[in-house]
């Protein structure tokens, strides 16, 4: 943790985030559902190849959730995510805990200087609670046992689920604010 305090220039208020990203599409997430008693839930199966991605970090102790929606999931898709996350935090020295993907570890990355990004363990997804987020998502916010039209379909439901997210800070620190994370404060 020392290592990403020790980037920073200036002593502006740290916050600690995550950042993960996720794929959305048209192929739908079947599960469970609640049916009237005599009646057999009708869920109708789409496999559709299209998909869009979600970049989200989540800041654990305050709740709060910054995300932009990409077509692509690349390098550049990751610059344009932390250049806005870091004009929107720009009193803040931000730290962002994220995985290996290959586009947070491209030599093309471009990592604004009020923010460092320090790499979770190899094979660890259950140490980034955005995870859990994504699950979610999926679960609450109208992704389980839904088709889409289209990818715009899907591309505005999962815009309503993040802004609706974004405004439900205690429910993200439910969901996020994991015990060893106040070790790392």
């Given at each position: 943790m020392e290592s990403g305090i020790k980037?920073?220039?200036s002593s502006r208020p740290l916050l600690l985030w995550f950042e993960d990203e996720a794929r959305f599409g048209r192929i739908n997430n079947l599960s469970r559902c609640w049916v009237s008693t005599g009646q057999r839930?009708?869920?109708t199966q789409q496999l559709i190849r299209e998909y869009t991605y979600a970049y989200t970090a989540v800041c654990p102790a305050n709740g709060q959730c910054f995300s932009i929606i990409s077509p692509v999931n690349n390098t550049d898709a990751m610059n344009i995510f932390?250049?806005?996350?870091?004009?929107?935090?720009?009193?803040?020295?931000l730290i962002i805990i994220l995985d290996g993907a290959g586009?947070?570890?491209?030599?093309?990355?471009?990592?604004?200087?009020?923010?460092?990004?320090?790499?979770?363990?190899?094979?660890?997804?259950?140490?980034?609670?955005?995870?859990?987020?994504?699950?979610?998502i999926?679960?609450?916010?109208?992704?389980?046992?839904?088709?889409?039209?289209?990818?715009?379909?899907?591309e505005d439901q999962l815009e309503l689920a993040l802004k609706q997210i974004a405004n439900e800070n205690d429910i993200i620190k439910s969901l996020c604010n994991?015990?060893?994370?106040?070790?790392l404060s």
């Open positions: 980037t920073f220039k839930a009708v869920v932390l250049d806005q996350l870091s004009q929107k935090y720009s009193i803040h020295n586009w947070h570890t491209s030599k093309s990355l471009k990592i604004p200087a009020n923010i460092a990004l320090l790499r979770l363990p190899p094979y660890s997804p259950e140490l980034n609670p955005v995870e859990h987020l994504w699950d979610y999926r679960e609450q916010k109208g992704f389980n046992n839904h088709t889409f039209n289209s990818l715009k379909h899907v994991f015990s060893w994370i106040y070790q």
